[in-house]
């Protein structure tokens, strides 16, 4: 079974930081693309960051210059550095990987449970 557990999250004033993390464990063979994705009250959930195993990043447009997005390949952990945060970032963000677990051939999709975010003096 694999699972992602994320840690970070909270409340920050305009203009500060926080880092997120987000774990994978279980039977796990191979992890993929893994990424961030975050949404809004009444807001559809979008994709904030996300990094391929060899590290290419890619970024929405609205985070470019004030977040950054690493990886652990041995620890199975990505990670998003948000500064600058501002009070429109108040959202909740969750984690998504692509997995191929040591049960299968293909890589299955999976999600973390969230955590909330807000920005807001």
């Given amino acids: 079974q694999v699972q992602l557990v994320e840690f970070g999250g ?11 993390s987000c774990a994978a464990s279980g039977s796990i063979r191979s992890v993929n693309t893994m990424a961030w994705y975050r949404q809004a009250p009444g807001e559809q ?11 290419g990043p890619n970024f929405a447009d609205s985070v ?18 948000m500064n600058s945060l501002k009070p429109e970032d108040t959202a909740v963000y969750t984690c998504y990987a692509r997995i191929v677990s040591r049960w299968r051939i293909y890589e299955d999709t999976y999600w973390g449970q969230g955590t909330q975010v807000t920005v807001s003096s």
Avoid at 10 to 20: D, E, M
Avoid at 45 to 55: F, H, K, M, N, Q
Avoid at 64 to 81: E, M
Wanted: positive net charge; charged residues 20%.
């Fill in 64 to 81: 470019k210059g004030r977040f950054t997005i690493s990886r652990d390949n041995a620890k199975n952990t990505v990670y998003l550095q």
């Fill in 10 to 20: 909270g409340l920050v004033q305009p203009g500060g930081s926080l880092r997120l």
């Fill in 45 to 55: 959930r979008e994709l904030v960051a996300a990094i391929t195993p060899d590290g």
